[in-house]
């Protein structure tokens, strides 16, 4: 859902700055440094001298010198960047590194993390142009490529690009059919991430890529479309088996222009093809008389009969 992506959104920045307040581990062991070089003096002369008012001056000097460096002192890491404000006006976006800003006059506006981020969105319950009810699970991968842009244009780029992806999808998928929007995702995730682009980059923010993980649809409509696609698979079956017969026929009717003056050879055909159905083990074959006729097999089987050898009759004693 759009709330729950947006969640995580914020989630993944609070984990940011927990990194960023470890990063900043440096300028805190500067500062207590600092801090105790300040209170040394004042330490000294307590103990030497007795003199409690100098150690109060040195605290106070520790503490001012304290908080002044952790206000100034900025350390960032490759990838963050910083929009700096004068006195309310964008004034510069610092960073990376180690950089310093003065304190009441200058402040850090907000911190942004520069690189590719990866956010899941699911849409749910839209309607495509042929009024079907689908659901989309989708990646989108973006990152702040203005942060001067990102800062001042929009007040919350997270819920502003969470909204957009999903606003987009829904105006796209309702220009399409179904078929289209399964047969074509590549075509309608490219024109998802133009209509993203001119969005994001009045933000400051690029699109790299959409990719739609899944689709769902109604499961009655499944089925529906299971068998559509049954049907198209027989008929493309028996569109084959059509070409077949065609090829068949065309090369029977060449045959019949080969035997229809070779009556020896269609004889030896019509042979042949009786043997071959004897051959395949058929106890009872039928076979036209015009054709036993054609091929004389009467006298054949005569002619085999008186030359099989007679059995020798047993002399009575």
């Keep these: 859902m759009s709330r729950d992506t947006l969640n995580e959104l914020r989630g993944e920045h609070a984990a940011r700055q927990l990194k ?11 500062t207590f440094g600092i801090a105790s070089v300040c209170l040394l003096p004042g330490v000294i002369l307590l103990l030497g001298q007795g003199n409690a008012i100098a150690l109060i001056v040195s605290a106070v000097v ?25 006195m309310g006006r964008f ?55 203005d942060a001067r842009k990102t800062v001042l244009e929009v007040e919350d780029y997270y819920q502003a690009i969470t909204m957009a992806v999903q606003t987009a999808h829904r105006d796209i998928m309702g220009e399409h059919n179904l078929t ?20 994001a980059n009045t933000w400051g923010i690029e699109v790299g890529s959409i990719e739609i993980r899944d689709i769902t649809i109604p499961q009655n409509l499944q089925q529906a479309l299971s068998k559509q696609a049954q049907a198209e ?12 017969e065609m090829d068949i026929a065309d090369k029977f009717a060449k045959a019949s222009e080969a035997y229809r003056d070779n009556p020896i050879g269609l004889q030896l055909r019509a042979m042949n093809i009786v043997y071959e159905g004897l051959r395949s083990g ?19 089987a005569a002619l085999g009969e008186s030359l099989r050898p007679k059995p020798v009759e047993a002399k009575p004693k």
Excluded: C
């Design 20 to 30: 960023r307040m470890k990063l900043r581990l440096p300028i805190i062991a500067a």
């Design 233 to 244: 698979r027989e008929r493309l079956a028996r569109d084959i088996l059509g070409e077949a």
């Design 282 to 300: 058929t106890s009872m074959m039928l076979v036209p008389s015009s054709v036993l006729d054609t091929m004389n097999l009467g006298s054949v």
């Design 91 to 145: 004034e510069r976006v610092a960073g990376p590194g180690f950089f310093m800003i003065m304190p009441v006059v200058q402040h850090v506006s907000r911190v942004l993390d520069t690189r590719v981020r990866t956010t899941s969105f699911y849409v749910e319950s839209m309607l495509t142009k042929d009024t079907v009810p689908i659901s989309i699970e989708a990646i989108a991968f973006w990152r702040v490529l």
């Design 62 to 86: 520790a503490v001012a010198a304290s908080v002044l460096l952790n206000m100034s002192a900025q350390l960032l890491a490759e990838w963050d960047r910083a929009v700096v404000l004068r």
């Design 180 to 199: 289209d929007i399964l047969a074509k995702r590549e075509e309608i995730v490219l024109e998802l991430k133009q209509v993203l682009e001119a969005k």
